[in-house]
């Protein structure tokens, strides 16, 4: 006689399907089909050989993992994997209601929007890691979460080379557009925006070119080590987050714009950035949409932009405004309110790395000093405005240059 605990595991077994399996598939294969359909299971790996995928259909992923499961869909390692549409009649890739899902190491081109992520059903977007991607020269926006009314969870978009798009232009964007009475439609939060490269979103059919936009009402997101040039419109922008956590911008490189450098209308934290080289200001706050100005904590950045900072002021802040510890090339435009604070700031700085006897050596605020600095380099006990805490023999980190940030 079978032992009945052991029958009823033996019973659950059979009824759970297998899942883990691992997918070789080639552009000779029927990978569309593998891709789109129904068949992958939480732990499911598709290895993608060396070639060109194309396909003119419209190209849907609905995929499911689980938290100790995802579905990964990557190139095999040291393989060229080209995702390319045809056309620009539809967005490359679609993401749909797709949860637990990493997509990595494939090139991607052709197409509207390279990828366009959404709900499905009774299943938000959530838990997708998009990373080692190279997008470029596509109709649209690169990627996108912004169907109105959506909400979006915990998304990590890491490592991602984005050049040359078109339409609107964004590298990334993130949320939707308020309603017109100026409530929240659709956001993105608790995600991560980490060291992707961005450039050349301007020329050609872009209208807008945002480097990393993310809407009214996101929240609790991270935005770091990401290097932004070249683009139409400000490098980084935010709005407000609707009174919950703040998002964090921190140890960016942005320089040429055709705007300001980080626009934020309101609950952002913005420190350990070099801003330089922008046609409207380093750091430009001002109401946007729902967003009223205030609730900014605005530290240790170096902006040597000839407009540096600019607050525009509002009828009634929102909440108190810190800029304290930064290292400005030009005068900031701050106006004289009980509700800014300013300590530390350094004006005149025409250097990005301070030189020995920079008058941000030593200038900095204690009451608003940050851990580290943009190199990721602990400050201790350093007491030096700007990015960069000074070190005698020059920059120990990384020389700023057109790739990825280390």
């Known amino acids: 006689m079978i032992p009945l605990a052991a029958l009823i595991l033996f019973l659950f077994a059979m009824a759970t399907p297998a899942s883990g399996e691992l997918h070789h598939i080639s552009p000779q294969d029927d990978w569309f089909s593998t891709l789109s359909g129904p068949s992958l299971l939480p732990g499911d790996e598709i290895v993608l050989a060396t070639g060109t995928y194309s396909d003119p259909r419209r190209l849907e992923i609905c995929q499911l993992g689980s938290a100790d499961k995802p579905i990964t869909i990557r190139a095999a390692d040291g393989a060229e994997v080209i995702l390319k549409r045809p056309d620009a009649h539809q967005n490359t890739i679609n993401l749909n209601g797709c949860q637990h899902l990493i997509l990595k190491g494939i090139e991607i081109t052709g197409g509207d929007s390279a990828i366009r992520i959404g709900g499905k059903d009774e299943h938000p977007a959530k838990f997708i890691t998009l990373e080692d991607l190279h997008i470029h020269h596509i109709g649209g926006v690169a990627i996108t979460a912004n169907y109105p009314g959506q909400t979006y969870e915990a998304l990590t978009f890491r490592h991602n080379h984005i050049h040359h798009t078109g339409g609107h232009g964004e590298a990334f964007y993130l949320g939707s557009n308020s309603k017109p009475d100026g409530t929240t439609d659709g956001y993105i939060f608790d995600s991560v925006i980490e060291n992707n490269y961005i450039h050349d979103l301007r020329g050609g059919t872009v209208s807008q070119g945002d480097g990393i936009e993310l809407k009214d009402g996101s929240y609790n997101n991270i935005v770091r080590d990401n290097v932004i040039h070249d683009t139409n419109y400000p490098g980084i922008i935010v709005y407000d987050t609707d009174g919950k ?3 964090i911008i921190e140890r960016n490189v942005i320089w040429n714009t055709g705007d300001h450098g980080i626009q934020a209308g309101a609950d952002a934290v913005i420190r350990n950035n070099l801003i330089f080289d922008t046609a409207g200001d380093g750091i430009h706050c001002r109401n ?7 609730n900014l904590t605005i530290i240790h950045n170096t902006i040597l932009s000839a407009s540096s900072i600019r607050i525009v002021a509002p ?7 810190v800029v304290a510890n930064n290292a400005l090339g030009g005068e900031p435009r701050i106006p004289v309110n009980p509700d800014i604070t300013r300590a530390g700031n350094i004006t005149g700085i025409d250097e990005q790395f301070p030189r ?27 007491r030096d405005s700007g990015a960069y805490v000074f070190d005698p023999g020059g920059n120990p980190g990384w020389a700023i240059t057109r790739a990825f940030k280390p």
């Open 315 to 321: 009828e009634k802040f929102s909440g108190g405004v």
């Open 288 to 294: 946007h949409q729902s967003a009223i100005v205030g």
């Open 245 to 247: 956590a703040p998002n």
């Open 356 to 382: 020995a006897g920079s008058e941000c050596i030593g200038a900095a605020d204690p009451t608003h000093t940050v851990a580290d600095d943009f190199n990721g380099s602990r400050r201790g006990d350093s």
